[in-house]
């Protein structure tokens, strides 16, 4: 049976972005590809204007105050809103849509 043919990634040093993150670019297939990290408010709606077409890959904390939402994107696209709901641990989520992430705050007590 043939193999497929291995996947390729070009991977560059880190960037820092003008608010304070940080992204770094790959190139698949001729494609530029970067990951992203945005910054967002914890609070009961999140509305960040990405590239069309962004995959989240990650949400997390980094420190006390500070919560992170990691998407690979294609820069060269337009933007878009995409709007995220964020309920606690308890509270309802009936109705909110799809599940595409959890993450922890204040080590784990929110």
């Known amino acids: 049976m043939a193999r497929a043919p291995a996947l390729q990634a070009h ?3 880190i960037e820092l972005t003008p608010d304070g993150g940080f992204f770094y670019r790959q190139t698949l297939r001729g494609v ?3 990951v992203w990290k945005y910054p967002f408010e914890v609070k009961d709606t999140v509305e960040l204007a990405v590239p069309m077409g962004a995959e989240l890959l990650h949400v ?3 420190g006390p105050l500070h919560s992170f939402l990691w998407f ?3 820069t060269e ?3 878009a ?3 995220f709901l964020v309920r606690g641990t308890g ?3 009936e109705g909110t849509g799809e599940h595409v992430a959890s993450f922890q705050l204040r080590g784990g007590s929110l």
């Open 32 to 34: 530029m590809k970067t």
């Open 77 to 79: 696209k337009p933007k």
């Open 72 to 74: 690979t994107v294609a």
């Open 11 to 13: 991977l560059a040093p």
């Open 91 to 93: 509270h309802d989520c």
């Open 60 to 62: 997390d904390a980094q």
């Open 81 to 83: 809103i995409r709007r």
